[in-house]
Nanobody, 118 residues
Framework: QVQLVESGGGLAQAGGSLRLSCASS????????MGWFRQAPGKEREFVAV????????YYADFVKGRFTISRDNAKNTLYLQMRSQKPEDTAVYYC???????????WGQGTQVTVSS
């Protein structure tokens, strides 16, 4: 069982920065591909970024490329999302996701609210 706890959300101004963290309580963190998703009010949850278990590569949604950076520290069982040049349309609840590369298992955190004011 894996429990994920996001933190670091809050209020930012347009053009500002925030760093989200996602701490995992489970073992074998490096057996999970980790991702960030977000859900704005009245909209579907959407993919933001993903980093595989090795951390060797990263993938981003087009709307965050060049502004957000996903990273992970396997020694600390923690996933990060550095957000820069934020826009009001980045306002959403941000969720982290852990998908096992060994067994059929997928876990979600409870989400952290990010609000970007214009």
């Amino acid at each position: 069982q894996v429990q994920l706890v996001e933190s670091g959300g809050g209020l930012a101004q347009a053009g500002g920065s925030l760093r989200l963290s996602c701490a995992s309580s489970g073992r074998n963190f490096n057996n999970y591909a980790m991702g960030w998703f977000r859900q704005a009010p009245g909209k579907e949850r959407e993919f933001v970024a993903v980093i595989p278990s090795s951390g060797a590569t990263t993938y981003y949604a087009d709307f965050v490329k060049g502004r957000f950076t996903i990273s992970r520290d396997n020694a600390k069982n923690t996933l990060y999302l550095q957000m820069r040049s934020q826009k009001p349309e980045d306002t959403a609840v941000y969720y982290c996701d852990a998908k096992s590369v060994v067994v059929e298992a997928d876990y979600w955190g409870q989400g952290t609210q990010v609000t970007v004011s214009s």
